[in-house]
C-alpha cells in the first residue's frame, strides 16, 4: 500500500475501510428495502393479474382483489415515484464558503496534490476556504454545487479547509494538519460508500423541502409527506451512517500517519490555539463593529495579532509568537489580501446575518480606523440611546440645572437618575464622607466585639441594659439607618455600612423589589427599543438578502447557460435564514443598561480628559487612559447600575480627570 509503512498501520486502515464499506452496504439495504417494500403491491398485482388470465384466480373475490391491488400498486408506485424524485432533485446543503481557484491558489493547489500522492489516494476536486477553525471534505456532485467547483475531479469531493488556519499556521503545519482530511478521499472514491453518503443526503435535503418558500399549499402538503418517509428512513440509516464515517475517519488517520505524523503532533496545539482566538475575536471585536454596520475587512489577520497578544499575556501560550518568523500559509496565495476581505465578509453574514454586498450602510473598515470607526462611534450612538431613553421616561430633566440641560446631556444626570439614596447625602464633601466611613468602621468594631464576648443567640447581641446610656448614640444612629434603608428601598451602601443591624435585613435583599427600581425600569425601556431597532434592521437584511439570493441565481443560469468560469473568490451562499451561527445569546436588560452607561462614561472621558478609544485584540473596545487600558472602570459602573453606589464611579471620575459635569458629544 502506496505511503504506509509498518504491519499495524495496514491492519488499521484495512478495518476502517472495510467497517466503512460495510456500513455502506447497510445503508444502501435500507434504500434496497425500501424499493422492495414500494414495488411489493405491484408485484402481487402482478401474480393476480398472471393468476386470472391462466385460469387459477377466478371469480368475483378474486376479480376484486386483483383490481383493489391493482389500485393499491399503482398509488404506491406513484408515492414511491415522488418521493424518488423528490429525494434525487432536492439540492442537499452546503457549507458556506470563499471558493478558490487554482489560479488564486496555485502553490496551495501544488502543497495538496503532493500530499494526495503522498498518501496515494485521489486528489480533491477543488478546493475552498471557510470562516471556521475546522477542516473538512464535502461532497459538492450535486448539480446545484457545480457552479462552485472552479476545477475538475468528477466525484472528488471537494477540502475545505478554516480561514484562520492559513493565517496563524505555518506551511509545514497545514501540510500536517490536512494529511488526515485528503487522505478521506479514498475511501469517498468507492463506489459503494458513495452511493450510501448521495442517499443520506439526498435524504436530508429532502426532509428540508417542506420548508422552501414559494410553494403553493397542494405542493406544500405533498412535501411534508415526502419528508415524513425520508424521516423515517433516515432514523433508520442514522446508525450506520455515523459508523460508516468513524470508518471512513479512522482509515483516513492510519493512513496520514506516514506523512509528517510528529509535525501534526505540535500542529494540534496551533488548531485549538486558532480557534481560542478566533473565538475571542469574533466576539469581542468583530461583533461591536457588525452591530454599528462596520465589517473588518481583515479579519484573518486580526486573528494573528490576537494571537500574538495572548501570547504575550499568557505564560502557557509563550514561545507560539517565534512562530511567526516562518513562512506562512497565507503565502501560499496569490492575493491574501482580497481572499482575507472574501472570507470577512462571508463571516459576518454567517455569524451577524449582514448582507452580502457592501453598501454605505454596511461599509468594511481597516485595523487602523477600527478605534475610530466603531469603538468612538459605539461609545456615542449607545451614549445618544442612553438619553433618548431618559428623555422618553421624562427623567432627563428633573435636577434645577437647565443651563447644562440646554448645553447638551451629561453624566452627571445619569449617575443622579441611577442613584438611589438622595444626593444631599452623598454630596456633602470630604470630611462628611471621612466621618461617615469612621463611624461604619467604629459600628463594625463593636459589632466584633459582641460577637466574639458573647453566645450566639440574637438576644445576646442587643446592648445591656447597663451600656444602653453609653450606646445611645450609636443605637439611634443604627435606627435612623435601617429607616433611611427601608424609605430609599434596600440602599446598598446603607446595607454595607450597618451589616450589624440584623438578620432580617439580609433577607430583605432577596425580596421581590429590585435592588434599584430606577435602573430596572430604564433597563426594560432600552430592551425594547433596542429589540425595535433589532427588528428593523432584521427586515432590512432580509429585504436585502431576498435581492441577493435572486440576482444569484439569475447569474448561476446565465454562467451555466454560457459555460462561464467561477471567480477566483466565488462565495457560496447560506441554506436557512441568517445568520446561522449566532454568536452570543439574547442579552439581558441590565447588561445592555451597564454598556450603556459604560460607554457614557467613555464618551466623558474622551471629551473632558485625556482619554482616547482604543483595540484591544482580545477583549474589543478599550479606553485608553495615560497610553494604557482603564481595566478598572467595570466593576464601578455595575455599583451603579445594580446597587445604586455611585461612590466608586466618582472616585475614578476624579482621579482620571473626568468632568462629568460637562456635557458630552452624541451621535
Not at 388470465?53 to 378474486?62: E, Q, S
Not at 511567526?324 to 472574501?342: F, H, N, Q, S, Y
Not at 443567640?457 to 435612623?480: G, I, L, T, V
Not at 421581590?512 to 432600552?526: R, V, Y
Amino acid at each position: 500500500m502506496n505511503g504506509v509503512s509498518g504491519t499495524g498501520s495496514v491492519v488499521g486502515e484495512e478495518w476502517g475501510a472495510r467497517a466503512a464499506r460495510s456500513r455502506a452496504l447497510a445503508v444502501l439495504r435500507v434504500r434496497g428495502r425500501a424499493l422492495g417494500l414500494a414495488v411489493l403491491p405491484a408485484a402481487v398485482a402482478v401474480v393476480l393479474h398472471a393468476g386470472g388470465l391462466t385460469g387459477h384466480f377466478t371469480g368475483a373475490a378474486w376479480d376484486a382483489a386483483r383490481w383493489a391491488v391493482t389500485v393499491l400498486a399503482v398509488v404506491v408506485l406513484l408515492a414511491a415515484a415522488a418521493v424518488a424524485l423528490v429525494v434525487a432533485r432536492a439540492r442537499p446543503a452546503a457549507t458556506p464558503t470563499v471558493a478558490l481557484a487554482e489560479t488564486a491558489a496555485p502553490d496551495l493547489y501544488r502543497l495538496v496534490r503532493d500530499l494526495a500522492d503522498r498518501l496515494g489516494v485521489p486528489p480533491p476536486a477543488a478546493i475552498a476556504l471557510t470562516p471556521d477553525c475546522d477542516s473538512w471534505l464535502e461532497d459538492r456532485t450535486h448539480r446545484a454545487h457545480r457552479l462552485h467547483r472552479t476545477t475538475g475531479g468528477d466525484g472528488a469531493p471537494v477540502l475545505v479547509i478554516g480561514s484562520p488556519f492559513l493565517w496563524w499556521m505555518r506551511v509545514g503545519e497545514l501540510r500536517a494538519v490536512l494529511a488526515p482530511v485528503v487522505a478521506g478521499t479514498g475511501p469517498a472514491a468507492h463506489p459503494d460508500i458513495a452511493a450510501a453518503r448521495r442517499f443520506i443526503r439526498g435524504l436530508d435535503a429532502a426532509v428540508a423541502v417542506p420548508g422552501d418558500s414559494g410553494l403553493d399549499p397542494l405542493r406544500r402538503l405533498g412535501a411534508r409527506g415526502v419528508g415524513q418517509v425520508a424521516r423515517v428512513l433516515l432514523r433508520a440509516c442514522r446508525e450506520h451512517a455515523a459508523e460508516m464515517e468513524r470508518g471512513v475517519a479512522a482509515a483516513g488517520s492510519v493512513r496520514a500517519q506516514a506523512v509528517d505524523y510528529g509535525v501534526r503532533i505540535v500542529a494540534q496545539e496551533q488548531v485549538g490555539l486558532a480557534y481560542a482566538g478566533w473565538d475571542r475575536l469574533l466576539t469581542r471585536v468583530a461583533l461591536p463593529a457588525w452591530r454599528m454596520g462596520r465589517w473588518p475587512s481583515q479579519l484573518d489577520a486580526g486573528v494573528v495579532s490576537a494571537l500574538t497578544e495572548l501570547s504575550r499575556r499568557d505564560r502557557l501560550a509563550e514561545g507560539f509568537s517565534s512562530r511567526l518568523g516562518e513562512r506562512p500559509a497565507c503565502d501560499l496565495l496569490e492575493e491574501p489580501g482580497a481572499v482575507d476581505e472574501a472570507t470577512s465578509l462571508l463571516a459576518a453574514r454567517l455569524f451577524h446575518g449582514g448582507p452580502a454586498e457592501p453598501s454605505p450602510d454596511w461599509a468594511p473598515v481597516e485595523w487602523s480606523q477600527y478605534p475610530e470607526e466603531v469603538v468612538d462611534r459605539k461609545w456615542r450612538t449607545d451614549a445618544a440611546r442612553l438619553h433618548q431613553v431618559l428623555d422618553g421616561l421624562g427623567m432627563a430633566s428633573t435636577s434645577g440645572d437647565r443651563a447644562a440641560d440646554a448645553a447638551g446631556p451629561t453624566l452627571t444626570e445619569v449617575m443622579a437618575h441611577l442613584t438611589t439614596t438622595p444626593t444631599t447625602s452623598r454630596a456633602v464633601g470630604p470630611k462628611a464622607t471621612a466621618e461617615r466611613d469612621a463611624d461604619a468602621d467604629a459600628d463594625a468594631a463593636r459589632e466584633v466585639e459582641a460577637r466574639e464576648d458573647g453566645p450566639d443567640d440574637p438576644d445576646d447581641h442587643r446592648p445591656d441594659s447597663d451600656d444602653a446610656d453609653d450606646h445611645a448614640p450609636d443605637a439611634e444612629h443604627a435606627e435612623h439607618a435601617e429607616h433611611a434603608e427601608h424609605a430609599e428601598h434596600n440602599d446598598a451602601d446603607h446595607i454595607g455600612e450597618h451589616d450589624h443591624i440584623g438578620e432580617h435585613e439580609h433577607i430583605d435583599e432577596d425580596d421581590d423589589e429590585p435592588a434599584n427600581p430606577a435602573a430596572e425600569a430604564l433597563a426594560g425601556a432600552l430592551s425594547a427599543l433596542l429589540a425595535r431597532e433589532e427588528a428593523a434592521r432584521e427586515a432590512r437584511v432580509a429585504a436585502e438578502t431576498a435581492r441577493t439570493a435572486e440576482k444569484s441565481r439569475k447569474s448561476a443560469r446565465r454562467a451555466d447557460k454560457d459555460r462561464q468560469a467561477a471567480p477566483h473568490a466565488a462565495v457560496s451562499g447560506p441554506d436557512g435564514p441568517l445568520p446561522l451561527f449566532p454568536l452570543q445569546p439574547p442579552r439581558t436588560g441590565r447588561d445592555l443598561l451597564a454598556d450603556h452607561v459604560t460607554a457614557m462614561v467613555c464618551c466623558a472621558a474622551v471629551d473632558t480628559a485625556e482619554a482616547t478609544p482604543g483595540l484591544d485584540w482580545l477583549d474589543g473596545p478599550a479606553l485608553l487612559v495615560g497610553g494604557e487600558r482603564a481595566k478598572d472602570l467595570g466593576p464601578r459602573v455595575l455599583a451603579l447600575v445594580e446597587d445604586g453606589d455611585p461612590e466608586p464611579l466618582r472616585a475614578w471620575l476624579a482621579l482620571t480627570g473626568v468632568r462629568p459635569e460637562k456635557p458630552v458629544r452624541l451621535v
